[in-house]
């Protein structure tokens, strides 16, 4: 487990980009047969991947000691997205069955969380938040078709684009967690611009969908003190909240976001003017 510590905004604008990426960016989350865990102070958020290839992965009790529990879901919960083919997810004996962009939440308390893929030539990647809860919520599988989704921006701003809602209070109830996918069209490359900062709660946004030769350059920092982060597929990066968030790619592409904080409201955002940026 990797943990990243909270910082503030007087020591980040001082940051090189070696530094940044340090402290932001999530370079590898997939390995084969394993999980990978970032613990990040702000909010407590707990961001990772996990591949099952020839064999199953579980997030086992090394992680609740790390914790300070007895097992990793005893005082949290989790929401997991699929990137990659088809796999199952085994919780205390109940088999969801997760394909491609497909999410499971997963409440407080669970035991026993498997992972595993249908096929190794084809394995699943399970893309996951988890975040401190007080209550149990029901799991649930949440598919594209079930998610709540908005279609938005044009082609003459370069950012059209699907925000599909998988995690939020419209689709399920949790104690904090809400993700979702956002899709962009073909041509277009802007995501969140308008950009806005989130007073009330942190973000984490995860690009995929992208060939070897495809970058989002990932705009962050205050307003008035931006910086970017060049990301390359399936990697992450963490946004406190006095941080803008937006992307524009080299081609287009595909990201997840995942947000903790204050309130549970899609549209509690502070925005912030293109004009005002600098
Ligand atoms: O494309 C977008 O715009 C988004 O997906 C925005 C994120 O969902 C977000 O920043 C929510 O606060
Ligand atoms: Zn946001």
């Known amino acids: 487990m990797q943990v990243r510590q909270s910082i503030h905004s007087d020591h980040a604008k001082q940051l090189d980009t070696a530094a940044l990426r340090r402290e932001f960016l999530i370079e590898t989350l997939f390995t084969a047969d394993t999980y990978t865990m970032t613990y990040s102070h702000t909010d407590r958020i707990i961001i990772g991947g996990i591949m099952p290839v020839t064999q199953s992965v579980t997030i086992g009790s090394e992680v609740g000691k790390q914790l300070g529990v007895s097992y990793f879901l005893e005082r949290r919960e989790l929401g997991v997205i699929n990137v990659g083919g088809p796999g ?19 409440g407080m308390g669970r035991q026993s969380v498997i992972f595993s893929s249908n096929d190794a030539a084809r394995p699943a990647k399970f893309y996951y938040n988890s975040a401190p809860a007080h209550r149990t919520w029901p799991d649930k599988k949440i598919t594209l078709a079930e998610a709540s989704s ?4 044009d082609a003459a701003t370069s950012n059209r684009r699907t925000i599909n809602k998988f995690i939020v209070p419209d689709v ?16 277009s490359l802007w995501n ?11 973000e984490v946004y995860f690009y995929f969908d992208m060939d070897e030769e495809t970058a989002v350059f990932h705009m962050m920092g205050q307003p008035q003190e931006t910086r970017h982060l060049l990301v390359h597929n399936e990697q992450a990066v963490i946004s406190p909240s006095w941080s803008i968030h937006a992307g524009v790619g080299t081609k287009r592409y595909t990201f997840i976001w995942g947000m903790v904080g204050e309130n549970q409201v899609f549209d509690d955002m502070d925005p912030v003017q293109i004009g005002d940026l600098r």
């Not at 205390?92 to 939440?105: M, P, R, S, V």
């Not at 399920?172 to 041509?187: F, H, I, S, W, Y």
């Open 150 to 153: 908005t279609t938005l921006g």
């Open 172 to 187: 399920l109830p949790t104690c904090q967690l809400t993700m979702g996918l956002t899709r962009l069209e073909e041509g």
């Open 88 to 106: 199952v997810i085994d919780v205390d004996g109940t088999q969801w069955e997760i394909g491609n962009q497909e999410a499971l939440y997963v």
């Open 192 to 202: 969140t611009m308008p950009c806005h900062t989130h007073e009330r709660r942190m």
